[in-house]
């Protein structure tokens, strides 16, 4: 590492280590690192240079991957396409458009000089400067990629609209190999002429092709679905299986005379012998995504499913991973609690991952394990802590409840027959809960069984909360939206749910989001909604609009404080303070400017401390100056 970058480095290292309550005043982030890294890169030329692509942007790792520093997230979210030649190709999310940068992504320019529809990249291992691509055509690079020749493609009786899938390149001999959909083609002389090799029987086109770096005349080819070997340079090929594990198949990389394969929801595999056997890697992310080797080092990238994600990396060939993402902060957090007679623990719902909790005030996170299947969205809907029981809920997953007895030790999973996205204490009595969803519903066990509650006109109706008067808990009120066409819904019933009457008349807008009371004054009512915060002071008779507040509400929160302030966040609003009742409100601090705030919790005994949590940033914490 060079002394200019070893500066750098120390820099972001102290940037790193700064600790939080450096942020009096400040929104700083806490967490959790960790978030979908889809696609990593490694520097051939100097391994230690990463490059991961996630749904915030593209990261760096100068050490590599111990720590990273995001270097682009304009446009939201990119893919590392291809690192060659000394250029770096992202491909921002939802665009066709590939940008580039030639310093290490310090500049970006849109990379207009690429051949048309192109679909991959790779560099020439025998000759410097030397690229390959494929897009309709086969596409060579004499000097990294700055101008391109179209060279003759294989002749097929196909059609070529979708153009070639799939391009490996035989690092110690003249061979070029493509396929078009299952028809496989190499070439010995750069392209001119070319020879159709073995049929690969399949019906998907091979999305994937890798040359033994041991062995070069050994070929794999891959299918989401199968995997091919060829030990003629392609002239015949075999299905190779790996075990009894399913796909789909995500990656294929060849490195250090092994074969490697990620299956999404698997792990990642490898092979010492052609394929014959496959051995599952120690370690290894099951949500596995793309695959990268550079000298001494191997990358893979993670969806972030059912765990924190980020990148991971091996250093002994595959026999062992370890999760690499330090300063990568790409997750959403939709839901946060901090434990009323612990402070130090925090929850964190977020999607994708679920649950994740922290003993130590954000400093380090752990996910709440609990068995889902693949494919099950895991989101992050509610969080409710009951001190007086020493019992933690937690909705990951529309039809699955978490709940623990020991303060978030250990957990018991319960299936809701009914989907759930909101969970209130009825005190009435010791483990009852009130829970929203499609209709409202009622438990007196902890949560492990459900009554539905009759309220008005419940077809296609949407509840977003429920919230119960301190004063009298037959007091109720449950807010939404009817769904068929959009208008708002605030229901309050005096006799515990037994009655029910209207109380949105002269709320003007289509959603209500959340719904709070006043804890010092529980007629008085707030509604957040998609456009704009509201108040009653009348327990829900009359409403107005408060002004200062345009946007999306997410959340409304007051301080355990007499008087009580009142809070308000949400993706446009960020995080705004009131103290006379919603007339004048007070951004709070910065450091969240262009960050969606989706979450806000308060610690009950220092209401000075607030913790945010937002889309594709983690969780913030702020401290009153």
């Avoid at 915030?56 to 060659?84: H, M, Q, T, Y």
């Avoid at 099950?376 to 909705?395: F, H, K, M, N, T």
């Avoid at 409403?543 to 993706?571: C, D, K, N, Q, S």
Wanted: glycine fraction near 12%; charged fraction near 20%; aromatic fraction near 10%.
């Amino acid at each position: 590492m060079d002394a200019a970058r070893r500066f750098s480095f120390f820099l972001f290292l102290l940037v790193l280590a700064s600790p939080v309550s450096a942020g009096v005043g400040v929104w700083t982030p806490l967490g959790p690192d960790g978030g979908g890294a889809y696609s990593v890169a490694a520097d051939p030329a100097d391994p230690e240079v990463a490059y991961a692509g996630t749904a915030l942007g593209i990261f760096k790792s100068i050490d590599g991957g111990e720590s990273w520093s995001l270097i682009r997230s304009e446009p939201a979210g990119a893919n590392v396409f291809a690192l060659v030649g000394g250029t770096l190709y992202v491909r921002p999310l939802n665009t066709a458009l590939l940008l580039k940068s030639t310093d290490g992504g310090q500049t970006w320019s849109a990379a207009t000089n690429l051949p048309p529809l192109v679909r991959g990249l790779v560099a020439d291992p025998r000759v410097a400067n030397r690229v390959w691509a494929i897009g309709r055509d086969v596409y060579r690079s004499d000097d990294g990629g700055a101008t391109w020749t179209s060279i003759a493609k294989p002749k097929s009786p196909g059609k070529w609209e979708r153009g070639l899938s799939s391009l490996a390149v035989d690092p110690a001999g003249p061979w070029i190999y493509v396929t078009l959909a299952n028809a496989f083609f190499r070439s010995a002389d750069l392209g001119k002429t070319w020879q159709p090799g073995g049929g690969i029987r399949t019906k998907d086109a091979v999305a994937w092709l890798a040359v033994d770096t041991a062995q070069p005349s050994v070929l794999y080819a891959a299918t989401v679905y199968q995997i091919f070997r060829s030990v003629d340079r392609g002239l015949h090929w075999q299905q190779v299986g790996v075990g009894r594990l399913k796909p789909p198949v995500w990656d294929l990389l060849t490195a250090g005379g092994r074969v490697y394969v990620s299956l999404h929801g698997s792990g990642i595999f490898h092979s010492s012998d052609q394929g014959a056997t496959w051995t599952r890697e120690a370690g290894a992310p099951t949500d596995a995504a793309e695959l990268t080797a550079a000298p001494g080092v191997l990358y893979a990238g993670s969806f972030a499913y059912g765990q924190p994600g980020g990148p991971y990396r091996s250093r002994d060939g595959g026999a062992t991973w370890e999760r690499v993402s330090r300063g990568i902060r790409a997750l959403s957090v939709s839901a946060l609690a901090v434990d009323p007679s612990d402070p130090d623990v925090l929850y964190a719902g977020t999607d994708n991952v679920g649950l994740l909790r922290s003993a130590d005030r954000g400093a380090t996170w752990q996910a709440v394990a609990f068995p889902f299947q693949w494919g099950e969205y895991l989101g992050g809907y509610d969080i409710l802590v009951d001190p007086s029981q020493r019992l933690v809920y937690a909705i990951v997953s529309i039809d699955r409840l978490l709940r623990s007895e020991d303060g978030g030790e250990t957990w018991r999973v319960f299936r809701l027959s009914n989907p759930l996205f909101s969970l209130t204490l009825d005190p009435r009595q010791p483990g009852a809960l009130w829970g929203r969803g499609f209709g409202l519903f009622h438990s007196v066990d902890r949560g492990e069984r459900w009554t539905q509650v009759k309220v008005p006109d419940p077809s296609n109706q949407y509840l977003s909360k429920v919230q119960v008067d301190p004063r009298d808990p037959r007091i109720l009120y449950a807010s939404g939206y009817h769904g068929s066409d959009y208008r708002p819904l605030l229901l309050r019933s005096a006799d515990g749910g037994a009655t029910w009457q209207r109380r949105d008349a002269g709320i003007g807008a289509k959603v209500i989001i959340v719904l709070a009371l006043d804890p010092a004054a529980p007629d008085i009512l707030y509604v957040g909604t998609e456009d704009g915060l509201y108040r009653s002071p009348d327990a829900g008779r009359t409403w107005a609009r408060l002004p200062g507040i345009a946007g999306e509400v997410r959340e409304v929160a007051f301080a355990p404080t007499t008087p009580a302030p009142v809070y308000v966040a949400g993706p446009q609003v960020g995080v705004r303070r009131s103290t006379d009742g919603g007339q004048t409100w007070t951004p709070l601090g910065n450091g969240l400017d262009g960050i969606q705030v989706k979450a806000l919790a308060i610690d009950p005994q220092d209401p000075g401390l607030l913790y945010a949590g937002t889309y594709l940033h983690g969780v913030f914490t702020y401290e009153e100056p």
